[in-house]
């Protein structure tokens, strides 16, 4: 089955640091796509990455970059330089080829504080 | 291009009444996807419509159902409501089902049961 594990219940950081938000996953479908997606408190989902499982490299943009490991089956979220409009919650999601593109397993996601 | 629309934005209901729930996909999008988000159960799929034909169905009881228009705009229906469906309803629209789309959000509608 599958499963999206965000560890991290909240974080907090001072505005500047660097964060990591974590996100390890369970499929057993060999085609499938990962995403990141950002909630502000006005409550709409932002998409911020999608990745699929045949593309491990790594992305940045901007201040914000990924790490897809699929030999841990992690794809991890790292801020740099954080800012405070950074603050929000994080969801980590999961879609399969076997049980549809559009069919989103979230993680329960991480809420980002970010104090000036 | 304007985004996806929900509406509208919050309701409140009273048990055992039905409820209707309207989602206005970005412009050329096909593929609306429901999803239901509670403190509880975080995010959870609901379904999904493309071509006014449901492709994929949640784990969700036969109370929650939906439809979708000749225009890609999509209705989800909760008949009989409970307290337990009090939740933040968010649309996802896409191009299509090709599996290199990326969904779209909307700001979601927040139903209170009461």
């Known amino acids: 089955a599958q499963k999206v594990t965000q560890a991290q219940t909240e974080i907090s950081v001072v505005e500047k640091e660097d964060v990591t938000l974590d996100c390890v996953y369970e499929?057993?479908?060999?085609?499938?796509?990962l995403f990141w997606y950002k909630q502000p408190p006005s409550g709409e989902l932002v998409f911020l990455i999608r990745?699929?499982?045949?593309?491990?490299q790594n992305e940045i943009s901007g201040r914000y970059s990924w790490n897809f490991q699929k030999s841990t089956s992690s794809f991890n979220f790292t801020i740099t330089a954080s800012q405070v409009v950074d603050s929000a919650v994080y969801f980590c999601a999961l879609s399969e080829a076997r049980t549809g593109a559009n069919n989103l397993f979230f993680g329960t996601g991480t809420r980002l504080t970010v104090i000036p | 291009k304007a985004g996806v629309t929900q509406t509208p934005r919050y309701l409140i209901k009273t048990r055992g009444q039905q409820v209707t729930l309207s989602c206005s996909p970005i412009s050329g999008h096909r593929s609306v996807s429901w999803y239901q988000q509670t403190p509880g159960q975080g995010l959870q799929f609901l379904f999904e419509y493309f071509s006014e034909t449901q492709r994929n169905k949640g784990n969700f009881p036969g109370r929650f159902s939906g439809r979708q228009f000749s225009n890609s705009r999509s209705e989800m229906n909760v008949s009989t409501l409970e307290l337990g469906d009090s939740a933040l309803y968010l649309c996802a629209s896409s191009f299509g089902l090709d599996w290199a789309t990326e969904a779209f959000f909307g700001q979601g509608t927040r139903l209170t049961v009461v």
């Open positions: 499929t057993r479908d060999t085609t499938y796509y």
């Open positions: 990745r699929n499982s045949f593309d491990e």
